[in-house]
């Protein structure tokens, strides 16, 4: 009992977890969903879990698991992935610590919106276009650029992306 509750045995077992959590999450997303037998959308609620911001995990294990959302396409998954995407906070050393994190999720959302087809919520939408135009990290507003761009926009939402980016190239 005093080996295992030491500082050193706690802090062995938490790595070792989390290895194991990051190459389940790196497995998930190896997986080529048109080219498998695996019921791989079976995992889709535990990646949604790890990757949502209230659930504190390592981001080495929250980037695989979003990588994964993206390569399954499932819809489920937009909400948190905009959630991340959002929760950019206004600390320098946050928001470069979260950068790779908000990156993936954006991409899966763009991956996402391309396989399905679907049109974005309007929260969805606000977090795209505001962090296209004026997120500060150019590959950020290239990917939400990329992800306005899969999506099934309205003509007002149209409007609206034209609109911002105008509105930003003016100030220049």
Request: aromatic share 6%; proline share 5%; net charge negative.
């Amino acid at each position: 009992e005093k080996i295992f509750d030491s500082p050193e045995a706690k802090k062995d077992s938490k790595d070792r977890a989390d290895e194991i959590s990051r190459s389940a999450a790196e497995m998930l997303a190896s997986i080529a969903p048109t080219d498998t037998i695996y019921p791989y959308r079976d995992a889709v609620d535990a990646l949604i879990k790890t990757v949502s911001p209230e659930i504190l995990r390592e981001d080495f294990i929250r980037i695989p698991a979003a990588k994964a959302l993206g390569r399954y396409g499932d819809t489920r998954a937009v909400d948190v992935l905009t959630k991340v995407l959002a929760d950019r906070g206004d600390d320098p050393e946050k928001i470069a610590r979260l950068r790779p994190v908000r990156w993936q999720c954006t991409k899966s959302l763009s991956m996402i919106f391309a396989q399905t087809g679907i049109a974005p919520s309007t929260d969805v939408f606000t977090a795209l276009v505001t962090n296209c135009v004026g997120d500060g990290d150019y590959e950020i507003e290239l990917v939400c650029a990329e992800a306005l761009g899969n999506a099934k926009l309205t003509e007002e939402q149209r409007r609206e992306v034209a609109k911002k980016r105008r509105i930003a190239r003016e100030s220049y």
